[in-house]
């Protein structure tokens, strides 16, 4: 694995991210990570959010796209729907990477039709590719190339590699 984004450009950046989408979104909103590899990246941010002053209430939607292979299905299955009423709210959908952008175009639609007053997406990076959907993310940590395959902070292969604490890539 080649690195790309160690703990310390990680930690800042998120610091960085975080006084934006205060001064963007108010101290009061939902952080909603995508399951299972948003969530890393939500608990640092939610951790961030707080040192900028905001107190964000949480909430866990889990979408399914990939399985184990290394390319998107194409389709999108809810694993587990969000808890809240969102109806009203603004909600911060936060993801892992924004790949085919079908994950976080589903998250969106389900927000928007529980009539969620303003959705806002945060990637921990965003690749540098055309979409499979119109979606872009509203606050990224980080842009990668559009081939490269990434793992560690919450991206993972196969199942594994989620939890090392730097992005890296498999490729290139």
């Known amino acids: 694995m080649r690195t790309l984004f160690t703990e310390a450009d990680i930690r800042a950046r998120a610091d960085e991210l975080a006084a934006s989408i205060v001064a963007d979104l108010g101290k009061r ?3 909603a990570p995508v399951l299972t590899g948003g969530f890393i990246f939500g608990a640092d941010l939610a951790r961030a959010l707080v040192k900028a002053g905001a107190d964000p209430e949480i909430d866990f939607v889990q979408l399914a796209s990939y399985g184990h292979g290394r390319e998107s299905s194409g389709l999108v299955r809810v694993v587990k729907d969000f808890t809240l009423d969102l109806a009203g709210r603004t909600v911060l959908l ?3 990477v924004l790949d085919s952008g079908r994950s976080l175009a589903h998250g ?3 927000l928007r039709e529980r009539k969620a007053a303003r959705v806002a997406i945060a990637v921990a990076v965003r690749k540098d590719k055309e979409r499979a959907v119109p979606v872009d993310a509203d606050y990224a940590l980080f ?3 559009a081939d490269a395959f990434l793992v560690g902070y919450g991206m993972d ?3 594994l590699q989620r939890g090392v604490p730097t992005i ?3 490729n290139g």
Do not use: R, S, Y
């Open 108 to 110: 969106q639609t389900m």
């Open 94 to 96: 936060v993801d892992d």
């Open 168 to 170: 890296g890539a498999l």
């Open 29 to 31: 909103f939902v952080l």
């Open 157 to 159: 292969d196969k199942g």
């Open 143 to 145: 842009e990668a190339p």
